[in-house]
């Protein structure tokens, strides 16, 4: 078994040429974006095109990175964001004889005892492993999600170059500092490569959504799992965009977009964890008009404290009170922040929590306009740029993605829904204490691995 591990790794010859890659893609990017900073001419949105480009053939960590720093407002200039946003995951799936070997090299000599049928094609491929549908011995349907060879040595290399193209960036100064997020989205990536620890995901969202009948998560199937290799129930269920392709009612939408809202707030409000990655591959739509939801590599958790400071901070926009909200920011993570920043945050703050404050029916569309959005984004950066700028705590990284990632899938499904009522479902009852306990518990009984 050693030696199938050995040839699981990427050679050194692959290594270099990756590094090589990522460096001249990142160098040169992160210049030009610096000289757009120094107001130095050049075609930017070519430019952009061009760093997408680059980074879809590599594929792999740098691509997930640079997804994620797309939703960060401020951390790249709009015409890079908005390029970078639509990257997709088109890493070519490995061969079946590599598939054989990865397989022999995680469960065994013998791996295909435990497996009645096990498909040659993989049925998904994203970023860091490919997918492949099963039948156990006993007749159980399982997806068999296999990670890539040498994705420990790629991200390392990954991060550190994504770490000399931020400092670049940021060395012409910037209204909103990324120290921290880069911390964040190092330590969350890295994860990732940890299949155990997404296995303890899924049985801590099994727990936490239980009593949500519209949400399924799939089992995993601990003894067919290690590191590299997630076994898991197969959950039926078709792609969002084949849904969105046919003629759903409003009612159908409706009931999809209440389904997302609950899978991803019931274990935030009541329990302080969040599924980072609320892309439209990361769920599918059951027959029955129910949600699967899938991949959980990129969860969060968060300090009872923190989201005691989410829900105060929306108190206090709602009654008015600037002093409530101003503690509530420094509850959130913002260090040494003045008052005049904080009303500056308190703009970016409304538009945020805007659908939620309104006890009617409401699209989202009325109220998280993307063009309206990036107007404010606009100003609060103008602003923060004004008042010395602001560090953001790594809290807000999965945070902020979630917003972002579900308001778009809200908006695809054309939702009419009264928000504020689900969002008082889940947080009626909110103390600091009461979701304090409750995450204990649950992690416990998940047996998931300490957090950073």
């Known amino acids: 078994m050693a030696h199938e591990r050995d040839l699981d790794k990427t050679g050194f010859v692959d290594n270099v040429q990756r590094m090589i890659r990522a460096s001249s893609a990142v160098g040169g990017v992160a210049a030009r974006m610096a000289g757009h900073k120094l107001g130095l001419r050049g075609n930017k949105a070519n430019h952009a095109e061009e760093l997408r480009a680059l980074l879809g053939s590599l594929k792999g960590p740098m691509m997930k990175a640079a997804q994620l720093l797309s939703t960060i407002p401020g951390a790249l200039p709009e015409e890079y964001a908005e390029a970078l946003a639509h990257l997709q995951a088109n890493a070519p799936s490995m061969g079946w004889g590599f598939v054989q070997r990865r397989m022999r090299a995680e469960l065994g000599a013998g791996w295909e005892s435990h497996f009645r049928s096990f498909s040659h094609e993989a049925v998904a491929a994203a970023s860091l492993g490919q997918v492949h549908r099963a039948a156990l011995a006993d007749g159980r349907e399982v997806a068999c999600k296999l990670q890539y060879p040498g994705m ?19 060395l012409v100064g910037s209204a909103i500092r990324q120290d921290e997020v880069y911390t ?34 799939p089992e995993p199937v601990e003894e067919l799992t290690t590191s590299r290799l997630l076994t898991m ?110 009303s500056v945050l308190n703009e970016w703050a409304r538009f945020f929590y805007r659908p939620l404050m309104k006890d009617e029916v409401c699209n989202v569309e009325e109220t998280n306009n993307p063009q309206e959005a990036r107007k404010v984004l606009e100003k609060v950066y103008e602003g923060l740029k004004r008042t010395g700028g602001v560090t953001l705590p790594r809290e807000f990284v999965m945070l902020d993605r979630s917003a972002i990632g579900l308001g778009s899938a809200f908006l695809r499904l054309g939702a009419c829904v009264n928000w504020h009522e689900l969002f008082h479902e889940l947080t009626d009852d909110f103390s600091v204490e009461l979701l304090a306990a409750r995450q204990k518990e649950a992690l416990q009984k998940a047996r998931v691995k300490p957090v950073s």
């Open 152 to 170: 420990t040595g790629a991200m390392e290399q990954d991060l550190r170059q994504l770490k000399r193209g931020l400092g670049v960036f940021s």
């Open 233 to 342: 129930a197969w959950t039926p269920g078709r792609s969002m965009k084949s849904v969105l392709a046919e003629n759903l009612s409003q009612e159908e939408r409706n009931d999809i977009a209440k389904a997302l809202f609950r899978a991803w707030y019931k274990p935030v409000y009541q329990y302080g964890v969040i599924h980072g990655d609320p892309h439209m591959g990361n769920f599918t739509i059951r027959d029955d008009g129910g949600l699967n939801l899938l991949d959980f590599g990129a969860v969060r958790i968060f300090s009872p404290r923190f989201i005691g400071g989410v829900l105060s901070l929306f108190t206090a926009l709602r009654d008015g009170d600037d002093d409530r909200a101003y503690e509530a920011y420094h509850d959130w993570g913002f260090k040494n922040i003045s008052r005049e920043t904080a």
């Open 184 to 217: 964040e989205l190092a330590e969350r990536m890295r994860e990732e490569l940890d299949y155990t620890r997404e296995a303890s995901h899924l049985r801590l969202y099994r727990l936490m959504l239980k009593d949500v009948a519209e949400v399924s998560v």
